[in-house]
């Protein structure tokens, strides 16, 4: 399977050095118990990664490239009833060198945001649910101000399907990219399961698809 394309050189962020992704969230024992397919790996596929921070993930990769070795620790710290985490933290390394934490949970009452950073040696971005808050580039210590009219969320990516599809041309965002999304969650519950790193390749290339990962979901090992 080809990977998607990455950029050749630094862009206006400079060289990029580091990320911090963080998906703060709160859902009750009740949530989780009011329909039978929440908080199961057979209906729900994870828990708090791969249910509310899968999205994240996506971004992540979006603004940082492809992962190289993936260590984590999921855990299940309020929500005993489910089988799946409710709080998990990663460390990724990047091709490129960078490296990022990723961190989700829904055990973080009232509820918090939805953050994402990214940090490079001439700029760099944070976003806090779904706004950009900074925007530096260029080496400028300057904020680039954006045209908060433009379309985004879910209105952006039905106009960039109707573009594509209307004139034959690839989406800005594939399924590789997808691929790429779900490989790096199904790693972070590998690595946890296993508790040591893992290679994001051999998880992209079944090498780890006998490896059981809701035994590897629960309290921190004393």
């Known amino acids: 399977m080809p990977a998607s394309p990455r950029p050749s050189r630094p862009g206006r962020f400079g060289q990029l050095t580091s990320a911090v992704a963080s998906v703060a969230w709160w859902r009750s024992d009740e949530y989780?118990?009011?329909a039978g397919?929440?908080?199961?790996?057979?209906?729900?596929?994870g828990g708090a990664l791969m249910n509310?921070?899968?999205h994240t993930v996506d971004l992540l990769l979006w603004f940082m490239g492809r992962p190289v070795n993936i260590q984590a620790q999921a855990i299940r710290a309020a929500h005993h009833a489910i089988e799946v985490e409710d709080t998990v933290v990663a460390t990724l390394t990047f091709e490129s060198g960078a490296v990022a934490t990723l961190h989700a949970t829904t055990a973080a009452f009232p509820g918090g945001r939805t953050r994402v950073s990214v940090h490079g040696t001439e700029g760099g971005a944070?976003?806090?649910d779904d706004e950009l808050r900074r925007f530096n580039v260029d080496g400028s210590t300057d904020e680039v101000t954006v045209d908060a009219e433009q379309p985004g969320g879910h209105v952006a990516q039905y106009e960039d399907i109707f573009d594509a599809i209307g004139n034959g041309k690839q989406p800005g965002i594939t399924v590789h990219d997808a691929i790429d999304a779900l490989a790096t969650v199904r790693a972070v519950y590998v690595a946890s399961t296993l508790q040591r790193p893992v290679k994001f390749v051999d998880v992209l290339e079944g090498r780890y698809d006998d490896?059981?990962?809701s035994r590897g979901i629960g309290l921190p090992p004393s």
């Open 32 to 34: 989780y118990a009011s």
């Open 52 to 54: 509310q921070g899968v």
């Open 37 to 45: 397919w929440r908080g199961t790996w057979e209906q729900d596929g």
């Open 126 to 128: 944070e976003l806090e």
């Open 211 to 213: 490896v059981e990962v």
